[in-house]
C-alpha cells in the first residue's frame, strides 16, 4: 500500500514536471517571435508610408508639368494671335495703299482727257508741279508700304526743326530714323533732251543747279545729327532720269554723296528698302530668338529637377525593395520557426531539445 502510493506521488511528480518544461518551452518561443512581429509591423508601417511619400511626390510632379504645358500653351497662343492681327493690319494697310494707286492711276488716265488709251507724253500729263509732286510721292509710299510692316516708317512725319519729308523710318534698336524725299526734276530735262546743240550746255546748267538745289534742301533740312541717319534719300520716280544722271551728270552724283544725300529710282529704292526689311526681320529674330533661348533654359532647369526627383524616387524604390526582401526574410525564418514548433512530438527528450532550438 504504501509502495502503490509512493510510485503514484512519483508519476504525478513526473507529469508536473513535463508539463512545466513543455510550458516554459512555449514561453520561451513566444518571447522571441514576439520582438520579431513587431519589427515586421514597424517595417510595414514604414514601407507604407514611403509609399506615400512617393505618390504624393508624383503627384506634385504631374501638377508642376501640368502648369509648365499650360504657361506654354497660353504664351504661343498670344503669340499667334498677335501675329495673326499684325498680319490683318499689314493687309489692309496694303490694300488701302492699292486704293491710292487705283485712284492715282485714274488721274493719270483722266489728265489724258481720254478714255480710248490715247498715249500722252508725259511731259502733258505732268505739267502740273503738285501733280509730279503727287505721283513721286504716290509711287514712292506704295513701294515702302508694299514691303515694310505698319508702324515702322510714316508719311510726312514732323522732325524736330518743323520739316516734313515724304517719309521716315524708324529701325528697331535705333534712335535715328532714315528720311526719304522725292523730287521730280522734269521740266530741265525735258529741255535738255529737246535743246539743240548750241543750246545743250545751258539746259544742262539748268539740270545741275536744278539737282544741287534738291540736294541741299535734302541736305540742311532733313539731316539732323542725333534724329536721322545719313545719308538721306533722295526719290527719283523716272528710270530714265536716274540713268541721265548717272550717266552725263557723274559731278552731280559725287557732289550729292558729299553732302550725305544719295539719289535713287525706283528700282533701287526697292532694293534699299528690300535691305532695310531685311534689318528688320534680322532683329525680331534676335529678339524671338532671345524669348525662345529663355523658355529653352526654363524647361531645361525643369527637367533637370525632374531627373533629380526620377532619382531620388529610384533611390526609394531600390530601398523599399531591399527593406521588401529583408521582410520576406525575416517571414521566411518566422514560417521555418513555426513549423518547428508545430512538428514537435511530445516526448521524454524533447522539451529539452525544443527549448534549446527557440
Same mark, same amino acid.
Given at each position: 500500500m504504501e509502495l502503490s502510493l509512493i510510485l503514484v506521488i512519483f508519476l504525478a511528480a513526473a507529469f508536473t514536471l513535463l508539463a512545466f518544461s513543455v @510550458?516554459?518551452?512555449?514561453?520561451?518561443?513566444?518571447?522571441?517571435?514576439?520582438?520579431?512581429l513587431d519589427a515586421l509591423t514597424t517595417a510595414q508601417n514604414e514601407i507604407a508610408g514611403r509609399f506615400a511619400q512617393a505618390l504624393?511626390?508624383?503627384?506634385?510632379?504631374?501638377?508642376?508639368?501640368? $502648369?509648365? @504645358? !499650360?504657361?506654354?500653351?497660353?504664351?504661343?497662343?498670344?503669340?499667334?494671335?498677335?501675329t495673326a492681327t499684325k498680319t490683318a493690319e499689314t493687309l489692309g494697310g496694303i490694300q488701302t495703299r492699292l486704293i491710292v494707286i487705283?485712284?492715282?492711276?485714274?488721274?493719270?488716265?483722266?489728265?489724258?482727257?481720254?478714255?480710248?488709251?490715247?498715249?500722252?507724253?508725259?511731259?502733258?500729263? &505732268?505739267?502740273?508741279?503738285?501733280?509730279?509732286?503727287?505721283f513721286g510721292q504716290t509711287q514712292m509710299e506704295a513701294i515702302v508700304a508694299d514691303a515694310l510692316p505698319p508702324g515702322s516708317y510714316e508719311f510726312q512725319a514732323t522732325l524736330s526743326?518743323?520739316?516734313?519729308?515724304?517719309?521716315?523710318?524708324?529701325?528697331?534698336?535705333?534712335?535715328?530714323? @532714315?528720311?526719304?524725299?522725292?523730287? &521730280?526734276?522734269? !521740266?530741265? &530735262?525735258?529741255?535738255?533732251?529737246?535743246?539743240?546743240?548750241? $543750246?545743250?550746255?545751258?539746259?544742262?546748267?539748268?539740270?545741275r543747279s536744278d539737282m544741287l538745289k534738291h540736294v541741299k534742301d535734302i541736305a540742311e533740312k532733313y539731316i539732323l545729327p542725333g534724329e536721322t541717319q545719313t545719308p538721306a534719300i533722295m526719290f527719283v520716280p523716272s528710270e530714265s532720269i536716274y540713268a541721265e544722271l548717272h550717266e552725263n551728270f557723274p559731278d552731280v552724283i559725287q557732289r550729292s554723296q558729299r553732302a550725305q544725300v544719295i539719289v535713287v529710282s525706283p528700282n533701287i529704292l526697292m532694293l534699299a528698302i528690300t535691305t532695310v526689311q531685311t534689318v528688320m526681320k534680322?532683329?525680331?529674330?534676335? $529678339?524671338?530668338?532671345?524669348?525662345?533661348?529663355?523658355?529653352?533654359?526654363v524647361l531645361l532647369g525643369d527637367v533637370k529637377r525632374l531627373g533629380e526627383r526620377v532619382v531620388n524616387l529610384q533611390r526609394h524604390f531600390n530601398q523599399t525593395e531591399g527593406d521588401i526582401k529583408d521582410i520576406a526574410t525575416s517571414t521566411e525564418k518566422i514560417v521555418k520557426r513555426a513549423g518547428a514548433i508545430e512538428a514537435v512530438e511530445l516526448g521524454s527528450g524533447e522539451p529539452a531539445k525544443l527549448a534549446k532550438e527557440a
Open positions: @510550458i516554459r518551452g512555449r514561453t520561451r518561443a513566444t518571447d522571441v517571435l514576439a520582438p520579431r504624393d511626390g508624383q503627384s506634385a510632379l504631374q501638377n508642376m508639368l501640368a $502648369e509648365r @504645358i !499650360e504657361a506654354l500653351d497660353r504664351r504661343l497662343g498670344e503669340s499667334l494671335k498677335d487705283d485712284e492715282a492711276q485714274k488721274n493719270i488716265s483722266a489728265l489724258s482727257g481720254t478714255l480710248s488709251g490715247q498715249v500722252v507724253s508725259l511731259q502733258e500729263i &505732268f505739267s502740273n508741279k503738285q501733280a509730279r509732286g503727287l526743326n518743323g520739316s516734313r519729308p515724304d517719309c521716315v523710318i524708324r529701325l528697331p534698336g535705333s534712335k535715328t530714323s @532714315i528720311v526719304i524725299d522725292s523730287k &521730280f526734276p522734269l !521740266e530741265s &530735262f525735258t529741255a535738255l533732251n529737246a535743246a539743240g546743240e548750241a $543750246e545743250r550746255k545751258t539746259a544742262a546748267a539748268a539740270v534680322d532683329a525680331r529674330m534676335r $529678339e524671338q530668338a532671345n524669348l525662345i533661348q529663355k523658355e529653352v533654359g
